[in-house]
T-cell receptor, first 115, second 113 residues
Framework: GENVEQHPSTLSVQEGDSAVIKCTYS??????FPWYKQELGKGPQLIID?????GEKKDQRIAVTLNKTAKHFSLHITETQPEDSAVYFC??????????????FGTGTRLTIIP | GAGVSQSPRYKVAKRGQDVALRCDPI?????LFWYQQALGQGPEFLTY????????KSGLPSDRFFAERPEGSVSTLKIQRTQQEDSAVYLC???????????FGPGTRLTVL
């Protein structure tokens, strides 16, 4: 099956600084690359996603970049705020017929914003 | 509008007891998923429904785990003869259709003593 790794596993940054989390996947058939944010006591929530025909996507302070050749994609958060503190998961996905509807989550990154 | 809701939010069971966890998906969502999240880990897939049909149950860890969605809306995950290793957060997600964005509930934290 798909092998999905995230780095780093934990990350602490000063409020206002930027944070970058990298997700490496093994299956070159993957074509959909989402990032989920999970706050304490809540379920994961989709925050941004990108498809394989696009190299970068930005939504206000967050962005995702994709390197299909190297099989990795990254989450970038700029001007970090205390409410960005959470665990972040990537979940690369393959299209039909190579994959199915379920999500396969990465190992997770705990981001702590230091006020 | 209302999101995905799950009940109970917390459940403590003695080893060997049976438990039932409920999921109310977003109204109109055809697809429903169950995931298991151990402490400090990412969610792992358990099973998937499209309407009332259980299309994939490959992630259920043993025959003690059973899920149903009899009317294509509310779903129940049942665990029989609970074991300590069943302690985890059980997450439910729904989507309009199988390949659309999945919206997660807050989860049920199960602790087996």
């Amino acid at each position: 099956g798909e092998n999905v790794e995230q780095h780093p596993s934990t990350l602490s940054v000063q409020e206002g600084d930027s944070a970058v989390i990298k997700c490496t996947y093994s299956d070159s058939a993957s074509n959909y690359f989402p990032w989920y944010k999970q706050e304490l006591g809540k379920g994961p929530q989709l925050i941004i996603d990108i498809r394989s025909n696009v190299g970068e996507k930005k939504d206000q302070r967050i962005a995702v970049t994709l390197n299909k050749t190297a099989k990795h994609f990254s989450l970038h958060i700029t001007e970090t705020q205390p409410e960005d503190s959470a665990v972040y998961f990537c979940a690369p996905k393959k299209p039909k017929p190579f994959g199915n509807e379920k999500l396969t989550f990465g190992t997770g990154t705990r981001l702590t914003i230091i006020p | 509008g209302a999101g995905v809701s799950q009940s109970p939010r917390y459940k403590v069971a003695k080893r060997g007891q049976d438990v039932a966890l409920r999921c109310d998906p977003i109204s109109g969502h055809v697809s429903l998923f169950w995931y298991q999240q151990a402490l400090g880990q990412g969610p792992e897939f358990l099973t998937y429904f499209q309407n009332e049909a259980q299309l994939d149950k490959s992630g259920l860890p043993s025959d003690r785990f059973f899920a149903e969605r009899p009317e294509g809306s509310v779903s129940t995950l049942k665990i029989q003869r609970t074991q300590q290793e069943d302690s985890a957060v059980y997450l439910c997600a729904s989507s309009l259709r199988g390949w659309d964005t999945q919206y997660f509930g807050p989860g049920t934290r199960l602790t087996v003593l």
